[in-house]
């Protein structure tokens, strides 16, 4: 099973940025997919996360700023990031398990991240 990450970079506060998770060797459909970040000195935290049925869940510290989404076509999910903030630099983590959940322990698979930086 390989996650791969892609779409993070260096922009300004208040842009915008979307992040992609390419998964392989497992049957994407029937997998929930969580976004988590870790920033430097600080424990890793969940972003959100999106169910096999397209059902997503959010942290309080994005939620109405972020979206995630997923096409079953391309084994692909998204997390899209608008107006973001300084907090919210950090590598950005995709993670893949059996259900939509707001706990890092409970997927089973993980990317190697992609950083984020969002500069004043």
């Known amino acids: 099973v390989q996650l791969v990450e892609s779409g993070g970079g260096l922009v300004q506060a208040g842009a915008s940025l979307r992040l992609s998770c390419v998964a392989s060797g497992l049957s994407f459909v029937d997998y929930g997919f969580g976004w988590f970040r870790q920033a430097p000195g600080k424990e890793r935290e969940v972003v959100g996360c999106?169910?096999?049925?397209?059902?997503?869940g959010y942290a309080n510290s994005v939620r109405g700023r972020f979206a995630i989404s997923r096409d079953n076509a391309r084994n692909t999910v998204y997390l899209q990031m608008n107006n973001l903030k300084l907090e919210d630099t950090a590598v950005y983590y995709c993670?893949?398990?059996?259900?939509?959940?707001?706990?890092?322990?409970?997927?089973?698979?993980w990317g190697q991240g992609t950083q984020v930086t969002v500069s004043s």
């Open positions: 993670a893949g398990g059996y259900y939509c959940i707001l706990n890092s322990t409970k997927y089973h698979y």
């Open positions: 999106i169910s096999s049925s397209l059902s997503p």
